[in-house]
C-alpha cells in the first residue's frame, strides 16, 4: 500500500470515528430533549460509552491496561 492510499484510509477511519460519536451525541439529545441545557450529561454519557463499548474495557489494543486516563 504506497503513503498516498494509507494515509487516505486513516483519514477515513478517522472520519468514521468521528462520525459515530456525533451521531451517539446525536441520538442522546432525541432521547434526552431537556438535556440541552446539560451539554456536561450528555458529554459524560459518550466519554462512558467509549470507555465500556466491546473491546474498549482495557483500551482498544493488546497489552497492559493503561492507568494514564484513570
Do not use: K, T
Amino acid at each position: 500500500m504506497s503513503r498516498p492510499e494509507a494515509a487516505a484510509r486513516l483519514r477515513a477511519a478517522l472520519e468514521l470515528y468521528e462520525l459515530g460519536e456525533q451521531m451517539y451525541r446525536q441520538r442522546l439529545r432525541r432521547d434526552r430533549p431537556g438535556a440541552d441545557e446539560l451539554e456536561i450529561e450528555i458529554e459524560a454519557e459518550v466519554l462512558a460509552w467509549l470507555q465500556r463499548r466491546p473491546g474498549a474495557e482495557h483500551g482498544d489494543c493488546v497489552g497492559p491496561p493503561s492507568c494514564r486516563f484513570r
